[in-house]
C-alpha cells in the first residue's frame, strides 16, 4: 500500500495539545526510529515518516484539533504521481487528457486538485512528479508521460508550442487589479476581431459603459469569460465559469463556448453545475479522492457516461468505488409529497400582492402562501427581483404595497453574499452560537447538517481562512442549524461542488420535514432545484427594470412556463433520472417543443437522447 499522511499546520498547535500524536505512537514507542517527530524545519511542528507509519489511526484519534489525516491508497497510485507541495501535504495523481478539437470537462469535490491540474496544464506550474525537495524539470515531466497523449501536449507547451489562456476560479480578484470600463478593457484584448459577436451573444451590451470595479458577480464572470474568448490562443481553460450566471445566461456561455472558440483549440472547463457541464462538454474527467489529502483524475469518458459514473459512484475504467451510494433523483415521489403537505399542512405564512421601487427597479409580486413543511424555489434571471423578495419576507426591506406574515414568525436568514471578514472566532463557535445541539456527535443536526457538509474537519479553522466553499457551507448550516419557523436561503449553492450541493439540497428538506418548517430557496442550479423544490416561484419581466413574481406553483408547471420563455427543453437522463438540457434543434428538443413539454417528458431510451 502507498500511504498519504497530511497534517493541516494551519490547525496543529504543538504548544497547546501537549503533542499527543508522538507521545502515543506505537512505532516511537517500539522502534529505535521516529514515525513521527517534531520538525525545526515546519516551525517545531510534527512530521510524520510516511516510510516509518503503519497508519494504525492513534495519532489520528489523539489530535485534539483534527489536523491529522492518513489515508492508504493501492501501491499502484505511486507510479500515476504528479504534484506534491510538500511533506505531510496534498498529493496530486494523473491530469485530465486535454483532446484537441473537444471540450473536456472536469467534475469532482473542492480540494480535490482541480485548480492544481489546470495551472500545470496552463503551464503556470510546473508538477514536481512528487520530488518536492528539489526544482522540478521540464525533461522529467515529458519523460514522465511518455507513450501518452500528454506527452506530445507538455512537449509543445514547454517549446513555446502552444499559447495557454487561463479564465481563473477567482474572478472577485479582478477588480484589484484591472481599471477601467469594460469595453475598454475588452477592446484591448480582442485579438481574435470576434467583440460585437461575443458581446451579443453574452447579452453585455448593458455593462460596456461600467467601470470594472462597479460589475456584479455574475458580470465579472462574464467579463472574465469574454476576454478568455478574444483571445488568440492553443488552449483555453476556464475554471468554474458559471458561478453567479443565472440558467439562461448560463445557457448563453455554454452556446457561446461552442461557438467562438477555435475549432482546433484544446479547451478544458471545470465546472460543477451538470446540467452546463453536460451541454458543453465532448469528455469528462473525474477527480476523486480525500479533499486536501490526495486526488486522482480518471480517464477520460464520453460526457454522459462520465457524468452517469460519477452519480453512480462506480468508474468502471478504473474498477474504483469512489462513493458508497448512488445519487439518484426520484422527481415524482417528491412531487407526491409536496401535494401532500399542500393538501393537509396548515399554512405557514402568507402574502398579499406586494409592490416594491428600489430606485430604478420595480418588483411586483403575485399573492402566495407557504405550507409547514414545504420547500418553495425561487428561479428566474439576475436582476429580476429574487434577492429583493426575500429580503421583504427577511424584514430588511418594506413593501410598499401589501404585506406578509412572516415576520410574525422566526426567521433564519442566509444572505446572497457572505463577508469572512466579519468573523473573528473558528468554525466550531460559530456553530455554537447558532445552536450547541448540533454539535452532539449522536444529533441527527450533527448527522444531517454538520457531518454532511464534512464542517466537522474544520472546527478548529478560523472562519477568515475558509475557501469559497468551505465559507458558503458553513454560511448555509449556520442558517440551518438555528431554530426557526422560516429559512430563507439565497444561492446556497455558490462555490460548492456537485457532492456538497446534493448533501446541501437533502440536508434543507430534512430540516423542513422534521422541525415542520418552510424554506425559501434563490437557486439556479437546475440540479438543486430538481432534487429539493417542492413548489416554486418563477421571476419574469426585464432585468434591472422590472421583475414580476408568480404565485407559488407545481414545479412541472412553473419549470415548463419558465423553459417556454427561454425556448430550452429538458429531458431525464434514463439511468439517474438527472435533469438534461436538450441540444436546439435535436430530435427530442423539436419533439418537446411540439407537444409543448418543455420540463420533461418520460424517461426514454437512451438512443433517442442525442437524436439530431
Known amino acids: 500500500m502507498a500511504r498519504v ?5 494551519e490547525l496543529c498547535h504543538p504548544d497547546k495539545c501537549g503533542t499527543p500524536c508522538i507521545r502515543f505512537c506505537p512505532i516511537n514507542k517500539t522502534r529505535p526510529y521516529k514515525a513521527i517527530e517534531l520538525s525545526p524545519e515546519r516551525g517545531n511542528k510534527p512530521v510524520i515518516k510516511e516510510e516509518f507509519c503503519i497508519a494504525c489511526g492513534i495519532c489520528v484519534r489523539k489530535c485534539p484539533y483534527q489536523a491529522i489525516r492518513i489515508v492508504n491508497l493501492p501501491e499502484e497510485f505511486e507510479e500515476k504521481l504528479v504534484h506534491r507541495y510538500g511533506p505531510n501535504a496534498f498529493k496530486l495523481y494523473g491530469l485530465p487528457t486535454p483532446v484537441q478539437g473537444k471540450f473536456v470537462g472536469v467534475i469532482g469535490k473542492n480540494g480535490s486538485g482541480k485548480t492544481t491540474a489546470m495551472r500545470i496544464l496552463a503551464g503556470e506550474l510546473i508538477p514536481n512528479l512528487g520530488r518536492y525537495d528539489r526544482k522540478p524539470s521540464v525533461d522529467d515531466v515529458i519523460r514522465k508521460f511518455r507513450g501518452t497523449q500528454l506527452q506530445n501536449y507538455f512537449s ?4 513555446k508550442g502552444l499559447r495557454v489562456v487561463h479564465k481563473i476560479q477567482r474572478i472577485d480578484v479582478i477588480p484589484r487589479f484591472i481599471r477601467g470600463e469594460v469595453r475598454e478593457v475588452l477592446s484591448k484584448v480582442d485579438e481574435r476581431g470576434i467583440l460585437n459577436d461575443v458581446v451579443d451573444s453574452l ?9 470594472i470595479r462597479n460589475l456584479s458577480g455574475g458580470e465579472l464572470q462574464k467579463l472574465a469569460v469574454a476576454a478568455a474568448i478574444l483571445r488568440r490562443a492553443d488552449v483555453y481553460i476556464f475554471d468554474e465559469p458559471g458561478t453567479y450566471l443565472d440558467i439562461r445566461e448560463r445557457l448563453r456561455l455554454a452556446q457561446t463556448l461552442r461557438d467562438s472558440l477555435p475549432k482546433n483549440a484544446y479547451v478544458l472547463v471545470v465546472e460543477h453545475d451538470l446540467t452546463l457541464l453536460d451541454y458543453v462538454s465532448d469528455y469528462v ?10 486526488g486522482y483524475f480518471s480517464k477520460i469518458y464520453g460526457t454522459s457516461a462520465g457524468i452517469n459514473h460519477f452519480l453512480e459512484g462506480y468508474l468502471p475504467a478504473e474498477n474504483m468505488r469512489i462513493r458508497r451510494e448512488r445519487i439518484v433523483f426520484r422527481l415524482h415521489e417528491a412531487r407526491e409529497d409536496a401535494e401532500y403537505i399542500a393538501s393537509t399542512q396548515e399554512i405557514m405564512a402568507e402574502w398579499s400582492r406586494i409592490r416594491k421601487r428600489l430606485g430604478s427597479f420595480e418588483l411586483i409580486a403575485e399573492p402566495g402562501a407557504v ?3 414545504e420547500v418553495i424555489g425561487l428561479i428566474g434571471p439576475n436582476a429580476i427581483g429574487k434577492t429583493t423578495l426575500i429580503r421583504i419576507l427577511a424584514g430588511e426591506l418594506q413593501p410598499d404595497e401589501g404585506y406578509t406574515t412572516v415576520s410574525a414568525y422566526t426567521v433564519s436568514y442566509k444572505p446572497q453574499y457572505i463577508n469572512a471578514d466579519m468573523f473573528e472566532e473558528t468554525v466550531e463557535e460559530t456553530l455554537e452560537k447558532a445552536n450547541k445541539a448540533c454539535l452532539d456527535a449522536s444529533s441527527w443536526l450533527f ?3 454538520i457531518a454532511a457538509l464534512g464542517l466537522n474537519r474544520l472546527y478548529k479553522k478560523s472562519v477568515r481562512n475558509l475557501s469559497g466553499g468551505e465559507l458558503q457551507k458553513l454560511a448555509v448550516a449556520v442558517a440551518l442549524v438555528k431554530e426557526a419557523d422560516i429559512y430563507l436561503l439565497d444561492e446556497p449553492s455558490a462555490h460548492v461542488d ?4 446534493l448533501a446541501i439540497a437533502r440536508a434543507i428538506k430534512r430540516i423542513a420535514r422534521i422541525r415542520r418548517a418552510s424554506v425559501f430557496i434563490v437557486e439556479h442550479d437546475f440540479t438543486l432545484i430538481d432534487y429539493a423544490v417542492d413548489r416554486l416561484i418563477v421571476f419574469s419581466g426585464t432585468p434591472g427594470r422590472q421583475g414580476l413574481a408568480s404565485s407559488p406553483g407545481p414545479v412541472k408547471n412553473a419549470l ?22 436538450n441540444k436546439p434543434g435535436s430530435y427530442l428538443d423539436r419533439y418537446q417543443k411540439s407537444i409543448n413539454e418543455y420540463f420533461y417528458t418520460e424517461i426514454r431510451a437512451s438512443t433517442q437522447e442525442e437524436g439530431v
Open 447 to 449: 448527522n444531517d447538517v
Open 560 to 581: 415548463n412556463t419558465f423553459l417556454r420563455n427561454l425556448n430550452i427543453t429538458f429531458r431525464r437522463d434514463p439511468r439517474t433520472g438527472r435533469p438534461r438540457m
Open 203 to 211: 447579452y453585455m451590451k448593458s455593462m460596456l459603459a461600467k467601470s
Open 498 to 501: 456537485v457532492e456538497d450541493r
Open 156 to 159: 509543445k507547451l514547454y517549446n
Open 285 to 294: 474527467s473525474i477527480v476523486y479522492g480525500e479533499p486536501g489529502v490526495y
Open 5 to 9: 499522511a497530511v497534517i493541516d499546520y
Open 371 to 373: 405550507h409547514r413543511g
